[in-house]
C-alpha cells in the first residue's frame, strides 16, 4: 500500500504523476493498483530561500528499506529535474513504514 504526498512549488502534471505512481510500484514491489499519490502545490522554503522545490512523503505497509529508500530518492530526483527543472538540492522525501492495522483500506485494515 504505497502512498506518496507531494508538496511542490509547481504544479505536477498528470502525466508526471503517472509515472511516479509506476516507479514508485515497481521500486517497493507492490502493485500499482494499490499505490496513491497525491500532489499539492504549496509556497515552500528551503536553506533559508524561497523558490522552487519539493517535499515528498513516502509510506507503506513493507517494502522499504535503505537500498530502496535510496533509489526512491534517486528515481524522484531525477524525475523532478527532468520534468519540472528542480534540482535534487531543493528536494527532500521522507519514509515511514507503517504497521498493518495502522492502514484502513476497503472498509477494513491490513491486519
Known sequence: MPMIHLKSSRT????????ISAMLAETIG????????????????????????VYADVKSLGGLSPVVNHEITMKLCILFND??????????????????DHWGWNGSTFD
Open 30 to 53: 507492490k502493485p500499482e493498483k494499490y499505490v496513491m499519490v497525491v500532489a499539492e502545490t504549496a509556497e515552500l522554503m528551503m536553506s533559508g530561500t524561497p523558490g522552487q522545490a
Open 83 to 100: 520534468h519540472l527543472g528542480i534540482p535534487g538540492d531543493r528536494i527532500f522525501v521522507t519514509f515511514q513504514s507503517l504497521e498493518r
Open 12 to 19: 505536477i502534471p498528470a502525466d508526471l504523476l503517472k509515472e
